[in-house]
């Protein structure tokens, strides 16, 4: 906490302003080209494989541009103090933030209005420092720089008049160049606007003046640099030496304390100043207004949701100021949460290399006059949000969820806007900072008639080319064409405009400032409603934090799928993605982490909203609702900070006379005087009551106030490796902006690399868990899948992490998705290998064989082949959504790794298309990042499957007959009928003597049943079917269908269809992992269906004991019902637990089997459905009798019910044999809560003594009480069958 800068103790990170900085040219050196403009250049040379010394001579100087237009370099002259301990001084960075594109000169003909704007200089850990900068124009004294200017326009105008045709990239070249050549006077004309000559003109350079702040202070710090500047340009010398102005806000100006507002003094006038109390909103003090003006309502809440969701957010625009206040405005209203990753208001242009990281980022780029944004080759867009400012316009990533309540959202901050009379859609020629800026400035500067100083805000070229026939007959054919031209105006002196209708400056910033806070709150109110609950959901697992930190990677920190589940559905696209990003991972951490140390500021804040809605509010803190619910707050959180601001509660001393030597400080107007660096290297010694505030006790406060602060000056080892910690799983948080050399450049790109390789293995990793723990839970039965939400959010960031892993280090841009662009080269290049081999190779195979040898044709792996399987999808009208579909296709096959490997292996391909730096370029990198994919292989996705669900697609289906028992073709027609999760086939003829066929039907989803029968024509009706199977032939997924009975009459139960049931075959692992890496087989059912043995019945079969059968039961109803415990999108197929191996017929057919006389008594088999058919009889015919009227209507009705839904089986149109009858009456009885009513009937039917023996279960009472209390736990759920299970039956 000590302050080695000030002498004072209590001197350290409270002072208001840490650094005052003077950039400008350093007259000793002269003109130097800027450097970084030509490392930057080197860099684009090297992208375009020129070498590095023509690019030099070219672009380095970059002569094409007219002298006043180049970047020469800028210099800091001066900085007080020297160092500061907590905050050290980063010249460069700094240099290069207050004059982002160098020195720039200009004439007396030139607009030279002064600009702010501000930068941020965000350290590795996150802390951040702001400045706010005022360029100004100063006339340049030096003759060797005046005649140096001189001698390049000569070299300039040369070179031009040698090209006179040529255009380029100067705009008044181009003018140039598309005026006539025969007009030679208009070309002199030109030559004179666009020059420079030292006997003529005057020539001014770039200057600017600097703060450097711990806190956003923005209207203050703007305020006493204006104020500084006038006492520069105004007539009069100012009041004091500028020393004692600047030497009073570094050392006498503290920080105004939490919850308070100071007044300091400027040069001229007194600043007021304010800062939030610790329960309110954090300091912001940008104006929300001109984001909004800027952006408009709607585009800032699409840019919002980009940034919520960490997508690349790149900001365009001329004007730095206008980058700083959107990128500084759309950071304040994430309240609770924080950016966390790359974050770089303002790019230099040295830095464009910076796009290329293939990280979330937040930047923004400053716009060159007249370029458009398709001249603007960005490395990757796949996952881009591009907002232009200047022009109202953002262009958006293809897939992303809407923000939750999103119109109501609009509404409700539109109704504030509108309170202050803005308009929601924005207002693009809104007055922003220049504006403003230059209202303050010219009033004082003088009409004084030398240089041709007029007072108007700028000259336009219509004006001085107005002499010129060319831009006459120009006008004059605009005219006929319609197309407007800007009419130039010149307007009067502003300080004639501001005596008339002149708002007091205060009132202007008060509403500025009310309007800011009752916009956060709005948003604010947002997150306090969505996530009102989340604290339920953080799991505190550590007993200490050094455990906390060990094992941070390997721990979940919040319960994300009960979290989602209590949300309303229409929340859930979107939550389900923000919870997976690292600002709410983050902002969990640090939850976790105020068990053993103070809150973080943000949450604190934010927990306290919680505990205020929960007082207020009367609903179960439990119960989500997606009622909207308004921001109650908007008034009093106005009220606090107008009381502050016109109550102030603390003055700083006033600045007085230093002790300067005589005749310094010397006044001369217009040109920023020479700082006397003894009197401001160091603070007050001891002169006032501020800085020697040197007691322990206060230095207690101060640390105390230290943590309360919105901004934690990160000057504690502990809190460093707090910081490490938390930025697990980021990539790289800030670039170091100051040391630029080729070799830092690689250090970075190898810091983005192995950035990407930790999240490519923590994506992995996550998808793995989530689908494992969820197969684990399920091993059970056969469907180990969790579809759904959180599933789509995985494979859509892994989507985004690919994409960003092809567009780092890119040569050359084409097209939106980088990896799209790759695999359409290589599919070019194989494709012509093709043609010129003639034979296609395949590059593995896939086999399926049945037990009876008949096999499925092999289906052919091919990356190609895939590729085309996505070409030929009409739906998809885009390359992002071609790459992405293509990725979700090779997931599925469990091919993506293989693919992606088979891409890489085409060196040549690789090194044409990447630099040498780029990821794919990494050699170990990219085998551990295939690794980490493959490890993908061992769980099943249908990321593919059912996501584009209208798609066609071709299936191929094989019929295996039991050669041994009967013949392998039928002489009569056979038909097939497939279903799956999202429709059927319908009937389909299979062509005679085929056992194959091709189809192609929408897409059915995952396959549940197969229906398939004949006519029983032919004298080979008999048909003894092994099994069915199908395969979806884009994503090579075979199902099974198995059979194991007959089709025919007086066969088997005389069955001519049936229907099948299916499951999943798990692909052969011919993959290099091997078999250790796999999951253990899901259970299936055996070929020779279970009913195979029931039927034969030959007594040599080991049958199931009493015991078994009834554990049977439990373990079917018990599937059921936790099937309708699963969330909606993750249950799987009912049928299978219905129909099959270890479903519900299947159990029951063991309890009506169990003691069943059969085939000892009669001669020919006796099935289940004949007793049934038998009891039916009996109901009909006789008359119950019961102990009681109530008892006989319930039996009555029951008995009415069971007879209706039998007949209603046995006259429906199917030739469905006994046993298929016998499942569609449980799955009818099971689907209308009627079974634990039939158990009962048939167990008191007198036929039970005839056709079951003693010992039977259902002659047992107790077991039959039992059995219809288990099946009794079923009335609770809607069972909806699948159409093929009961088509055709009418009750």
């Given at each position: 906490?000590?302050?080695s800068?000030?002498?004072?103790?209590?001197?350290a990170?409270?002072?208001?302003?840490?650094?005052?900085?003077?950039?400008?040219?350093?007259?000793?050196?002269?003109?130097?080209p800027?450097?970084?403009?030509?490392l930057y250049?080197w860099l684009?040379?090297?992208?375009?494989?020129?070498?590095?010394?023509?690019?030099?001579?070219?672009?380095?100087e970059?002569?094409?541009q007219?002298?006043?237009r180049?970047t020469?370099?800028?210099?800091?002259?001066?900085?007080y103090?020297q160092n500061?301990e907590?905050?050290?001084?980063?010249?460069?960075?700094?240099?290069?933030?207050?004059m982002?594109?160098?020195?720039?000169?200009?004439t007396?003909?030139?607009?030279?209005d002064?600009?702010?704007?501000?930068?941020?200089?965000?350290?590795?850990?996150?802390?951040?420092?702001?400045?706010?900068?005022?360029t100004?124009?100063?006339e340049?004294?030096?003759k060797?720089?005046?005649?140096?200017?001189?001698t390049?326009y000569?070299?300039?105008?040369?070179?031009?008049?040698?090209?006179?045709?040529?255009?380029?990239s100067?705009?008044?070249?181009?003018l140039?160049?598309?005026?006539d050549?025969?007009d030679a006077?208009?070309?002199?004309?030109?030559?004179?606007?666009?020059?420079?000559?030292?006997?003529?003109?005057?020539?001014y350079?770039?200057?600017?003046?600097?703060?450097?702040t711990p806190?956003p202070?923005?209207?203050?710090?703007?305020?006493f640099?204006v104020q500084?500047?006038?006492?520069?340009?105004?007539?009069?010398?100012?009041?004091?030496?500028l020393e004692?102005y600047i030497?009073?806000?570094?050392y006498e100006?503290?920080?105004?304390?939490?919850g308070?507002s100071?007044?300091f003094?400027?040069?001229?006038?007194?600043?007021?100043?304010?800062?939030p109390?610790?329960?309110?909103?954090?300091?912001?003090?940008?104006?929300?207004?001109?984001?909004f003006?800027?952006l408009?309502?709607?585009?800032l809440?699409?840019?919002?949701?980009?940034?919520?969701?960490?997508?690349?957010?790149?900001?365009?625009?001329?004007?730095?100021?206008?980058?700083?206040?959107?990128?500084?405005?759309?950071?304040?209203?994430?309240?609770?949460?924080?950016?966390q990753?790359?974050y770089?208001?303002?790019?230099?242009?040295s830095?464009?290399?910076?796009?290329?990281?293939p990280?979330?980022?937040?930047?923004?780029?400053?716009s060159?006059e007249?370029?458009?944004?398709s001249?603007?080759?960005?490395?990757?867009?796949?996952n881009?949000?591009f907002?232009?400012?200047?022009?109202?316009?953002?262009?958006?990533?293809?897939e992303?969820?809407?923000?939750?309540?999103?119109l109501?959202f609009?509404?409700?901050?539109s109704?504030?806007?509108l309170?202050f009379?803005?308009?929601?859609?924005?207002?693009?020629?809104?007055?922003d900072?220049?504006?403003?800026?230059?209202n303050?400035?010219?009033?004082?500067?003088?009409?004084?008639k030398k240089?041709?100083?007029i007072?108007?805000?700028?000259?336009?070229?219509?004006e001085?080319?107005?002499?010129?026939?060319?831009?006459?007959?120009?006008?004059?054919?605009?005219?006929r064409?319609?197309?407007?031209?800007?009419?130039?105006?010149?307007t009067?002196?502003?300080?004639?405009?501001?005596?008339d209708?002149k708002?007091p400056c205060?009132?202007?910033?008060?509403?500025?400032?009310k309007?800011n806070?009752?916009?956060?709150?709005?948003?604010?109110?947002r997150?306090?409603?969505?996530?009102a609950?989340?604290?339920?959901?953080?799991?505190?697992?550590a007993?200490?934090?050094e455990?906390?930190?060990t094992n941070?990677?390997?721990?979940?920190?919040?319960d994300?799928?009960?979290?989602?589940?209590?949300?309303?559905?229409?929340?859930?696209?979107?939550?389900s993605?923000?919870?997976e990003t690292?600002?709410?991972?983050?902002?969990?951490?640090?939850?976790?982490?105020?068990?053993?140390?103070e809150?973080?500021?943000?949450l604190?804040?934010?927990?306290?909203?919680?505990?205020?809605?929960r007082?207020?509010n009367?609903?179960?803190?439990?119960?989500r609702?997606?009622n909207?619910?308004?921001?109650s707050?908007?008034k009093?959180?106005?009220?606090?900070i107008e009381?502050?601001?016109?109550?102030?509660?603390?003055?700083?001393?006033?600045p007085?006379?230093?002790?300067?030597?005589?005749g310094?400080?010397?006044?001369?107007?217009g040109?920023f005087?020479?700082?006397?660096?003894?009197?401001?290297?160091?603070?007050?010694?001891?002169?006032?009551?501020?800085?020697?505030?040197?007691?322990t006790?206060?230095r207690?406060?101060d640390?105390?106030?230290?943590?309360?602060?919105?901004?934690?000056?990160d000057?504690?080892l502990?809190?460093?490796?707090?910081?490490?910690?938390?930025?697990?799983?980021?990539?790289?948080?800030q670039p170091?902006?100051?040391?630029?050399?080729?070799?830092?450049?690689?250090?970075?790109n190898?810091?983005?690399?192995?950035?990407?390789?930790?999240?490519?293995?923590?994506?992995?990793?996550?998808?793995?868990?989530?689908?494992?723990g969820h197969?684990?839970?399920e091993l059970?039965?056969?469907?180990a899948?969790?579809?759904?939400?959180e599933?789509n959010t995985?494979?859509a960031?892994?989507?985004d992490?690919?994409?960003?892993?092809?567009?780092?280090?890119?040569?050359?841009?084409?097209?939106k998705?980088?990896?799209?662009s790759h695999?359409?080269?290589y599919q070019e290049?194989?494709?012509?290998?093709?043609?010129?081999?003639?034979?296609?190779?395949?590059?593995?195979?896939?086999?399926?064989?049945?037990?009876?040898?008949?096999?499925?044709p092999?289906?052919?792996?091919?990356?190609i082949?895939?590729?085309?399987?996505?070409?030929?999808?009409?739906?998809?009208?885009t390359d992002?959504?071609?790459?992405?579909?293509?990725?979700r296709l090779?997931?599925?096959?469990k091919?993506?790794?293989?693919?992606l490997k088979?891409?890489?292996?085409?060196?040549?391909?690789?090194?044409?298309?990447?630099?040498?730096?780029?990821?794919l370029r990494c050699?170990?990198?990219r085998e551990q990042?295939?690794?980490?994919?493959?490890?993908?292989n061992?769980?099943?996705?249908?990321?593919?499957?059912?996501v584009?669900?209208?798609?066609?697609?071709?299936y191929?289906?094989?019929?295996?007959?039991?050669?041994?028992l009967?013949?392998?073709?039928t002489t009569?027609?056979?038909?097939?009928?497939v279903?799956?999760?999202?429709g059927?086939t319908?009937v389909?003829?299979?062509?005679?003597?085929?056992?194959?066929?091709?189809?192609?039907?929408?897409?059915?989803?995952k396959?549940?049943t197969?229906?398939?029968?004949?006519?029983?024509?032919?004298?080979?009706?008999?048909?003894?079917?092994?099994?069915?199977?199908v395969r979806?032939?884009?994503?090579?997924?075979?199902?099974?269908?198995?059979?194991?009975?007959?089709?025919?009459?007086?066969?088997d139960?005389?069955?001519?269809?049936?229907?099948?049931?299916?499951?999943?075959?798990?692909?052969?692992p011919?993959?290099?992992l091997?078999?250790?890496?796999?999951?253990?087989?899901q259970q299936?059912?055996?070929?020779?269906?279970?009913?195979?043995?029931?039927?034969?019945?030959?007594?040599?079969?080991t049958k199931?004991?009493?015991?078994?059968?009834?554990?049977?039961?439990g373990?079917?109803?018990n599937?059921?019902?936790?099937?309708?415990?699963?969330?909606?999108?993750?249950?799987?197929?009912?049928?299978?637990?219905?129909?099959?191996?270890?479903g519900?017929?299947?159990?029951?057919?063991?309890?009506?089997h169990?003691?069943f006389?059969?085939?000892?008594?009669?001669?020919?088999?006796?099935?289940?459905?004949?007793?049934?058919e038998?009891?039916?009889a009996?109901?009909?015919?006789?008359?119950?009798?019961?102990?009681?009227?109530e008892?006989l209507?319930?039996?009555?009705?029951?008995?009415?019910?069971?007879?209706?839904?039998?007949?209603?089986?046995?006259?429906?149109p199917?030739?469905?044999?006994k046993?298929?009858?016998f499942q569609?009456?449980?799955?009818?009885?099971?689907?209308?809560?009627?079974?634990?009513?039939?158990?009962?009937?048939l167990?008191?039917?007198?036929?039970?003594t005839?056709?079951?023996?003693?010992?039977?279960?259902?002659?047992?009472?107790?077991?039959?009480?039992s059995l219809?209390?288990v099946?009794?736990?079923?009335?609770?759920?809607?069972?909806v069958?699948?159409?093929?299970?009961?088509?055709?039956?009418?009750?």
């Amino acid at each position: 906490m000590s302050g080695s800068g000030a002498p004072g103790p209590g001197a350290a990170p409270c002072r208001f302003a840490h650094y005052f900085v003077l950039c400008g040219i350093d007259a000793e050196s002269g003109l130097e080209p800027d450097e970084l403009a030509v490392l930057y250049k080197w860099l684009e040379a090297d992208l375009h494989g020129k070498s590095s010394d023509t690019a030099d001579k070219t672009s380095g100087e970059n002569f094409d541009q007219s002298p006043l237009r180049r970047t020469f370099k800028s210099k800091v002259l001066a900085h007080y103090p020297q160092n500061i301990e907590w905050n050290p001084f980063d010249q460069d960075a700094v240099n290069m933030l207050c004059m982002p594109k160098g020195l720039s000169f200009r004439t007396q003909a030139d607009n030279r209005d002064p600009q702010l704007h501000s930068f941020i200089i965000t350290r590795e850990d996150g802390s951040r420092t702001y400045g706010f900068v005022l360029t100004f124009y100063e006339e340049v004294t030096s003759k060797q720089i005046c005649t140096a200017m001189q001698t390049l326009y000569q070299m300039h105008n040369a070179e031009q008049y040698s090209s006179v045709c040529a255009s380029s990239s100067c705009s008044m070249d181009s003018l140039a160049s598309s005026i006539d050549e025969g007009d030679a006077t208009s070309l002199a004309k030109l030559q004179r606007y666009n020059s420079y000559d030292i006997s003529r003109d005057t020539l001014y350079v770039s200057k600017c003046i600097c703060l450097i702040t711990p806190l956003p202070f923005m209207q203050a710090c703007k305020k006493f640099l204006v104020q500084l500047y006038k006492a520069v340009t105004s007539q009069q010398p100012p009041p004091l030496p500028l020393e004692s102005y600047i030497h009073n806000i570094l050392y006498e100006v503290p920080l105004p304390p939490p919850g308070r507002s100071l007044k300091f003094y400027g040069v001229y006038e007194p600043i007021i100043c304010q800062r939030p109390g610790p329960n309110e909103l954090p300091l912001s003090d940008y104006p929300l207004r001109e984001v909004f003006e800027l952006l408009g309502l709607e585009n800032l809440v699409q840019v919002f949701t980009c940034v919520l969701l960490e997508m690349q957010i790149l900001l365009y625009s001329q004007d730095y100021q206008r980058l700083m206040t959107v990128a500084e405005g759309i950071t304040t209203l994430l309240f609770p949460f924080q950016w966390q990753h790359v974050y770089v208001p303002i790019l230099p242009a040295s830095l464009l290399h910076f796009l290329d990281a293939p990280v979330p980022y937040l930047m923004g780029l400053q716009s060159k006059e007249g370029t458009d944004r398709s001249k603007l080759e960005l490395p990757q867009e796949a996952n881009l949000c591009f907002v232009d400012i200047d022009n109202h316009f953002i262009e958006l990533p293809e897939e992303f969820p809407q923000f939750p309540n999103k119109l109501e959202f609009i509404q409700e901050i539109s109704e504030v806007l509108l309170q202050f009379g803005i308009p929601p859609e924005g207002n693009l020629h809104c007055s922003d900072s220049a504006t403003k800026l230059k209202n303050l400035v010219l009033s004082d500067l003088v009409n004084d008639k030398k240089n041709g100083n007029i007072p108007s805000n700028a000259l336009n070229m219509y004006e001085l080319l107005k002499g010129n026939e060319t831009i006459a007959r120009l006008q004059a054919l605009a005219k006929r064409t319609g197309v407007t031209m800007e009419k130039m105006t010149i307007t009067a002196p502003l300080a004639e405009k501001e005596k008339d209708g002149k708002l007091p400056c205060e009132e202007v910033e008060l509403r500025d400032y009310k309007l800011n806070v009752q916009l956060r709150e709005v948003f604010a109110n947002r997150f306090t409603q969505m996530f009102a609950d989340y604290e339920a959901f953080v799991i505190q697992a550590a007993p200490d934090m050094e455990s906390w930190l060990t094992n941070r990677e390997q721990m979940q920190n919040f319960d994300k799928a009960s979290f989602l589940s209590d949300q309303p559905e229409p929340y859930l696209p979107f939550l389900s993605h923000f919870i997976e990003t690292q600002m709410f991972a983050t902002f969990i951490d640090n939850k976790i982490i105020s068990q053993w140390e103070e809150k973080d500021p943000f949450l604190r804040v934010f927990d306290s909203r919680i505990e205020k809605i929960r007082l207020y509010n009367v609903r179960a803190p439990a119960l989500r609702t997606s009622n909207y619910q308004k921001c109650s707050t908007l008034k009093e959180a106005a009220q606090s900070i107008e009381q502050r601001l016109m109550k102030i509660d603390h003055t700083a001393i006033h600045p007085h006379l230093l002790d300067m030597k005589i005749g310094q400080g010397k006044y001369e107007q217009g040109f920023f005087p020479k700082l006397q660096s003894d009197v401001l290297a160091t603070g007050p010694t001891n002169n006032n009551r501020w800085a020697s505030r040197s007691t322990t006790t206060q230095r207690r406060k101060d640390r105390l106030r230290q943590h309360s602060e919105h901004i934690g000056l990160d000057n504690d080892l502990r809190e460093k490796y707090m910081q490490e910690a938390r930025s697990l799983g980021k990539n790289l948080r800030q670039p170091k902006l100051s040391d630029l050399s080729p070799a830092v450049i690689a250090q970075t790109n190898w810091k983005f690399v192995e950035g990407l390789l930790k999240e490519c293995r923590m994506k992995t990793k996550r998808m793995l868990v989530e689908k494992m723990g969820h197969e684990a839970v399920e091993l059970g039965h056969g469907e180990a899948n969790i579809t759904g939400l959180e599933e789509n959010t995985l494979i859509a960031s892994l989507c985004d992490l690919l994409e960003r892993i092809w567009s780092h280090g890119l040569q050359v841009k084409q097209g939106k998705s980088a990896l799209w662009s790759h695999l359409l080269q290589y599919q070019e290049r194989e494709e012509k290998q093709e043609h010129s081999a003639e034979s296609p190779v395949a590059v593995g195979t896939e086999r399926r064989k049945s037990d009876t040898g008949i096999t499925l044709p092999t289906l052919r792996v091919s990356l190609i082949q895939d590729m085309r399987h996505v070409q030929n999808m009409s739906e998809i009208k885009t390359d992002v959504g071609r790459a992405r579909a293509w990725i979700r296709l090779s997931l599925e096959k469990k091919l993506l790794s293989q693919h992606l490997k088979q891409l890489l292996s085409n060196q040549a391909l690789a090194k044409k298309l990447y630099k040498r730096y780029a990821f794919l370029r990494c050699e170990e990198e990219r085998e551990q990042f295939l690794y980490h994919l493959l490890s993908l292989n061992a769980v099943d996705y249908f990321c593919f499957t059912s996501v584009f669900t209208t798609i066609m697609i071709p299936y191929r289906s094989v019929i295996i007959p039991i050669k041994k028992l009967s013949n392998a073709i039928t002489t009569s027609n056979p038909w097939i009928c497939v279903s799956g999760e999202l429709g059927d086939t319908g009937v389909m003829q299979i062509p005679k003597n085929h056992l194959e066929m091709t189809f192609e039907c929408q897409n059915l989803g995952k396959l549940t049943t197969v229906q398939i029968g004949h006519d029983n024509s032919g004298l080979l009706a008999k048909w003894l079917v092994d099994c069915v199977m199908v395969r979806n032939e884009i994503t090579g997924h075979t199902y099974k269908f198995p059979c194991g009975r007959w089709l025919g009459k007086g066969v088997d139960d005389g069955s001519l269809e049936r229907i099948l049931i299916g499951e999943l075959v798990s692909s052969t692992p011919d993959e290099e992992l091997g078999k250790q890496c796999r999951t253990p087989p899901q259970q299936k059912s055996p070929t020779t269906a279970r009913r195979l043995s029931i039927t034969s019945l030959t007594g040599k079969n080991t049958k199931p004991n009493a015991g078994q059968i009834q554990e049977g039961i439990g373990e079917a109803v018990n599937n059921i019902v936790k099937h309708f415990h699963k969330p909606e999108k993750e249950r799987g197929s009912l049928t299978i637990l219905l129909c099959g191996e270890n479903g519900l017929v299947a159990a029951l057919e063991q309890v009506f089997h169990h003691g069943f006389k059969s085939a000892r008594i009669f001669h020919k088999n006796v099935f289940i459905w004949d007793f049934i058919e038998k009891a039916v009889a009996y109901f009909e015919t006789s008359d119950q009798i019961g102990d009681n009227e109530e008892a006989l209507l319930l039996q009555r009705s029951s008995c009415k019910t069971f007879c209706h839904y039998v007949n209603a089986i046995n006259t429906a149109p199917r030739n469905i044999g006994k046993d298929g009858k016998f499942q569609i009456l449980v799955c009818l009885g099971t689907r209308d809560h009627l079974l634990s009513q039939w158990i009962p009937l048939l167990a008191e039917c007198p036929l039970i003594t005839r056709m079951y023996e003693e010992n039977a279960l259902l002659r047992d009472r107790m077991t039959v009480n039992s059995l219809i209390r288990v099946l009794q736990t079923l009335q609770d759920f809607n069972i909806v069958l699948e159409g093929s299970l009961v088509k055709g039956v009418d009750v």
